[in-house]
T-cell receptor, first 120, second 115 residues
Framework: AQKITQTQPGMFVQEKEAVTLDCTYD???????LFWYKQPSSGEMIFLIY??????QNATEGRYSLNFQKARKSANLVISASQLGDSAMYFC?????????????????FGKGTKLTVNP | NAGVMQNPRHLVRRRGQEARLRCSPM?????VYWYRQLPEEGLKFMVY????????ESGMPKERFSAEFPKEGPSILRIQQVVRGDSAAYFC?????????????FGPGTRLTVT
């Protein structure tokens, strides 16, 4: 069974507008972490934002915020005020188990990604 | 503090040859993860190592693939007798395994092309 589902293969947004990239996950663990990474055309993996399963507040990092809905098992990424440089692949990932709400590090399971294109 | 380093960045091998991919984790990190990304796909976990120990190799193909992280030197992912299906980007990530630092820091990847 797929652990991370990203249902949007591609998304388009106008520059300066906000965009939401969807991510749903599947786990029976109580302790887990959710991540978003950006992969530009140059290929590197850039960490954007993290949400722990026990975190009550939605994570925010600059223009990125994570809309965490635990009961729905969703962890959508919201990018506000899109910029041309935001055009890239975006991957949602999950790590299960361990003391994740305290940190620690286990293997990451990635979704298939969403290709975001920001239009001028 | 230098980031995670991987070399080579690009590697071309003929079918049947061996490929050796190297990963130097960030300073102070003792945990290394290897992931593979096939074209148009997300990253897939291969193996998790600590110094001199393989902790989790559940994502490694049963044959031709091996990994090590010696006491001294970089972590090595070795692919013997490469086939065209091994063509992919191979990423290494490192972690300090510190409860206050949960992020895995990724290297730039090695793009392997098998001709």
């Amino acid at each position: 069974a797929q652990k991370i589902t990203q249902t949007q293969p591609g998304m388009f947004v106008q520059e300066k507008e906000a965009v939401t990239l969807d991510c749903t996950y599947d786990t029976s663990d109580q302790s887990y972490g959710l991540f978003w990474y950006k992969q530009p055309s140059s290929g590197e993996m850039i960490f954007l934002i993290y949400q722990g399963s026990y975190d009550e507040q939605n994570a925010t990092e600059g223009r990125y915020s994570l809309n965490f809905q635990k009961a729905r098992k969703s962890a959508n990424l919201v990018i506000s005020a899109s910029q041309l440089g935001d055009s890239a692949m975006y991957f949602c990932a999950m790590s299960e188990g361990g003391a994740y709400h305290q940190g620690g590090s286990e293997k990451l399971v990635f979704g298939k990604g969403t290709k975001l294109t920001v239009n001028p | 503090n230098a980031g995670v380093m991987q070399n080579p960045r690009h590697l071309v091998r003929r079918r049947g040859q061996e490929a050796r991919l190297r990963c130097s984790p960030m300073k102070g990190h003792s945990h290394v993860y290897w992931y593979r990304q096939l074209p148009e796909e997300g990253l897939k976990f291969m193996v998790y190592l600590q110094k001199e120990n393989i902790i989790d190799e559940s994502g490694m193909p049963k044959e031709r693939f091996s990994a090590e992280f010696p006491k001294e030197g970089p972590s090595i992912l070795r692919i013997q007798q490469v086939v065209r299906g091994d063509s992919a980007a191979y990423f290494c990530a490192s972690s300090p395994r510190n409860p206050l630092e949960w992020e895995q820091y990724f290297g730039p990847g090695t793009r392997l092309t098998v001709t």
